[in-house]
């Protein structure tokens, strides 16, 4: 009975060992992918959108279920799409084209994209039960490939298509709503853009300052996701000595969420800070969990601003 305890427990611990090397060569593979985009000068969340017979600005999407794909997904399938020059944004597992009435061409290669969640072993939840303490989940990540609908053909009408970008004289008024249904105080004067955690209020120079109109909205978004970090709201860390490396971490999360909502609503996203590339390429290559933690920031801060201006929009309609 001992003994087969115990080969139970070696198997397990093999095992167990696997699941961490193949996550860890995971979190390594996407990272040494980042870090060479940076090392070529090109910003993973900041790509020449618009290009000839390429696709705009817009989150990822899987085509069958509509839903945005998150976090350091949203680096690997944009830079798929700029690769490679497919017009759209949506994106279909193999089994869910076939679902979708259609197939992936033969000889067409997928993408890899993550998924990382945590759950409890029942093993674990016994042991909590028994001991009278909390069940400790265990985090895993696993890989799967999705291809762009451009490389499928047959696929049934009706399927979640690109969004319609907003017609350029409307960007402005919706950023405007965005950083409105924030309720983050904003400030207007002087000649630097900043977020101040401890009064927790944004500053901005007046809109005439800015060359290009709509880099006022890009700087504002910036700032905006900054704010999101307050302890209010989402609750980072933002007491970051300036050029620390956990500066260099937040400001990554705040270039990524601003692009995200840049992608959300159409507006073309460029990058404030490319001088920050040498400290973020040292996180980066310090840390190899530092880009899924900062892409999954930059989501929750994008999706925590555009709830707040969805929810705003439906009490306007409901008013």
Known sequence: MREATSRRARRSGKGDYRQTENRANLYDEVTSRIIAELEAGRIPWVQPWGRTGGTGPGLPRNALTARTYSGVNILILWGAVIEHGWPSQSWLTFRQAQEAGGCVRKGEHGVTVVYADRFTPEAEKERASRDGDEARAVPFLKRFTVFNVAQCEGLRAGLASDPVPLPERE?????????????????????????????????????????????????????????????????????????????????????????????????????????????????????????????????????????????????????
């Open 171 to 319: 960007i402005v008024p919706v950023a405007e709503e965005v950083i409105a249904a924030s309720g983050v105080q904003f400030r207007i004067g002087g000649n630097r853009a900043f977020y101040a955690p401890d009064p927790d209020f944004v500053q901005v120079p007046p809109q005439p300052a800015f060359f290009d109109q709509i880099n006022y909205y890009r700087t504002c978004l910036h700032e905006t996701t900054h704010a999101t970090g307050h302890a209010k709201r989402l609750g980072r860390d933002l007491r970051n000595a300036f050029g620390s490396k956990d500066y260099a971490r937040e400001e990554l999360v705040a270039e990524m969420g601003s692009a995200f909502l840049c992608a959300a609503l159409g507006i073309v996203p460029t990058v404030r800070h490319a001088d920050y590339i040498g400290s973020w390429l040292e996180v980066l290559r310090e840390d190899n969990r530092a880009i899924f933690r900062a892409a999954s920031a930059a989501t929750k801060a994008a999706e925590w601003l555009l709830a707040r201006y969805a929810q705003a929009q439906d009490e306007r309609i409901a008013a």
